[in-house]
């Protein structure tokens, strides 16, 4: 069994899409082993996107990411890194896999509905951050 960590974004939140996310997490046979609506802080959203910090849209994507809640979630599954990464589609909505999440629910490469940890070290890092307590 591996775990992976899952946002609902901003834009699925306040589209109230969540829902209809949380049913395709289910159906794909996740478990779901943690789960709550938050709002990002600074520091949360400094660590997730570290990697990302010399980017152009740097700036822009953090304050998308605390603008309004989103909802986190580790997620259990086998190849559960693996699994989310396929169900959420290509990053950019307009190149993802029809029926997937960012096909379904993303509005472009910022608003995209969905993150997910791209590898087992990157979940074990995001999970930490986000679920101390797991
Ligand atoms: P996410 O999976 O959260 O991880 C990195 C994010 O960077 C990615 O989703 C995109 O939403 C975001 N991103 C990538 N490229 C761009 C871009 N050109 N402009 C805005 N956001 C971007």
Excluded: C
């Amino acid at each position: 069994m591996e775990r992976t960590f899952a946002i609902i974004k901003p834009d699925a939140v306040a589209a109230k899409n969540a829902g209809k996310i949380i049913d395709m997490i289910e159906a794909a046979g996740f478990n779901i082993v943690g789960m709550h609506k938050i709002n990002m802080s600074q520091e949360q959203a400094n660590e997730l996107y570290k990697e990302h910090s010399a980017r152009s849209f740097f700036g822009e994507m953090v304050a998308a990411m605390m603008a309004s809640p989103i909802i986190i979630l580790a997620l259990e599954k086998e190849n559960a890194v693996l699994a989310w990464r396929d169900l959420m589609g290509a990053t950019n909505p307009k190149d993802a896999a029809a029926g997937t999440v960012r096909a379904l629910y993303g509005a472009n490469i910022g608003a995209n509905a969905a993150h997910g940890s791209d590898s087992l070290a990157s979940a074990a890092r995001e999970l930490a951050i986000f679920f101390p307590a797991l």
